[in-house]
């Protein structure tokens, strides 16, 4: 399982992006993965909602405990790949993906909401591990200069798993739950509740379990595989001096406080569309989930749309300029009504798409030696999304609105706008990179 400095089974290379070619293709498979988990997750909002009868705040717990294991786990993983290699970092959190995946079906057993938590925060701390590892990965296995878009192309296959994740949840989940209502619940013996909440539970169970024996044969399949190692590993670890040197990084500690406000946003808009379709549309679940299908179609186009652009347009100004447009659509969510609220909910994932890598990447460069532990506040920052739903479920109670509760999100995209600002000065990749 040892990494070799060779880079074997030839390269790919395309249009100024090059990498080892069975290494990033492994790699990036993982890039599906996480995004099929991201949002399968995203989908039990909705789910435990109805089976367990609860307030946005209560189900915004999922995202707590999931996105909460990012905060928590980063700079650990961040150490451990520094200490080790990121091919130990991707077995490493591939495998608590694996075991957080079976935990579903002793949680089911409980049918404790609090199990089911616990399992997410474990598969949640893998993914942590995972990102930890891969994303300054793809970056470091090929030039700095294309190391943006390089990495755009490999998240350009997250959403395709985003989108496997919702369609996954909608037949074999969403379409299985109850119609029954909150207060038609309340009026049910113990007895009838409980068979209903069952058979609900043991719906969400499946498909997580089920991932979990794929995943389980990934893991072998990479730790059998050779894989080249980056040229900033070392296993020297110093991280009181690296965090100063980080601190020191303008451009990098914008990219956090960005990335921060950037997911926060994404899993506002992604936990609340169904909600939002439900109430403007008077759908179920199941049918509400077409919409966020839909949502994660667009984001996933404009994720290959946008890394073609970048040979041409700074990412810094694609990234400014989505951001608004994110802002500018998410207005419309909250002054809108009907198929115009529903049409501009959409829309805004087409302007998203772009922005985690480009972050990531703007933010990651000249770090240097630095890059591992770099990225685990880069991952950090995925806390947003365990902060922001929450903050979002608490306005969405308070008011009885889920449109001003997507004032949130709309705030955070201005932010995302000025990182994209700013960092026009400190970028190293600028449009049209040639010969790299």
């Known amino acids: 399982m ?5 880079t074997r089974g030839g390269s790919a290379e395309s249009d100024g992006i090059r990498a080892p070619l069975l290494p990033f293709i492994l790699i990036t498979s993982l890039f599906f993965m996480w995004g099929l988990a991201n949002n399968l997750t995203d989908t039990l909002l909705a789910a435990f909602k109805r089976i367990m009868s609860m307030s946005d705040f209560q189900t915004s717990w999922i995202q707590i405990a999931f996105y909460g294991a990012y905060f928590c786990l980063a700079l650990p993983a961040a150490v451990f790949i520094k200490r080790f290699t990121y091919k130990s970092g991707v077995l490493l959190g591939l495998g608590m993906y694996v075991v957080g995946a079976m935990m579903f079906y002793p949680s089911s057993i409980t ?9 997410l925060y474990v598969l949640a701390g893998g993914l942590a591990v995972l990102e930890t590892s891969c994303n300054p990965y793809i970056i470091a296995m090929g030039e700095e200069a294309s190391g943006t878009r390089r990495l755009n192309l490999a998240q350009s296959f997250n959403p395709i798993g985003s989108i496997s994740g919702v369609v996954i949840s909608k037949f074999y989940i969403l379409s299985q739950l109850n119609v029954t209502g909150a207060e038609e619940r309340a009026a049910m013996s113990a007895s009838e509740l409980q068979a209903i909440q069952k058979a609900e539970l043991d719906a969400v169970m499946g498909p997580y379990v089920a991932l979990g024996f794929v995943l389980l044969t990934i893991w072998i399949t990479i730790a059998a595989v050779p894989m080249p190692r980056a040229s900033t590993e070392s296993a020297t670890v110093d991280l009181r001096a690296t965090i100063k040197r980080l601190l020191k990084k303008k451009n990098y500690v914008g990219g956090v406080v960005a990335q ?3 997911v926060g946003a994404q899993i506002c808009v992604w936990s609340f569309t169904i909600r939002y379709v439900m109430e403007e549309l008077d759908l179920t679940e199941s049918g509400a989930s077409n919409y966020y299908i839909a949502a994660l179609i667009v984001f996933t186009l404009f994720r290959f749309i946008n890394t073609y652009l970048m040979k041409y347009i700074r990412p810094t ?3 400014m300029g989505s951001a608004l447009l994110g802002s500018l659509c998410t207005f419309v969510v909250i002054a809108g009504s009907g198929y115009v609220g529903v ?9 998203m798409s772009l922005m985690f890598p480009t972050i990531f990447g703007l933010a990651s460069e000249g770090l240097g030696e630095d890059t591992k532990i770099g990225s685990s506040g880069l991952i950090m920052a995925i806390g947003g999304g ?11 109670d308070a008011t009885g609105s889920i449109h001003i509760s997507f ?4 705030l955070c995209f201005l932010v995302v706008a000025f990182y994209g600002f700013i960092s026009r000065q400190y ?3 600028p449009a049209k990179v040639q010969g790299k």
């Open 260 to 262: 921060f406000f950037y």
């Open 427 to 429: 970028s190293l990749t």
């Open 407 to 410: 004032w949130i999100p709309l």
């Open 386 to 396: 365990a902060l922001l739903p929450a903050l979002q479920g608490v306005l969405s």
């Open 2 to 6: 040892s990494e070799n400095k060779s």
């Open 111 to 119: 049918m404790q909401y609090g199990f089911f938590l616990g399992s």
């Open 343 to 351: 049409i501009a909910l959409v829309a805004i994932s087409g302007f």
């Open 317 to 319: 100004n694609l990234l």
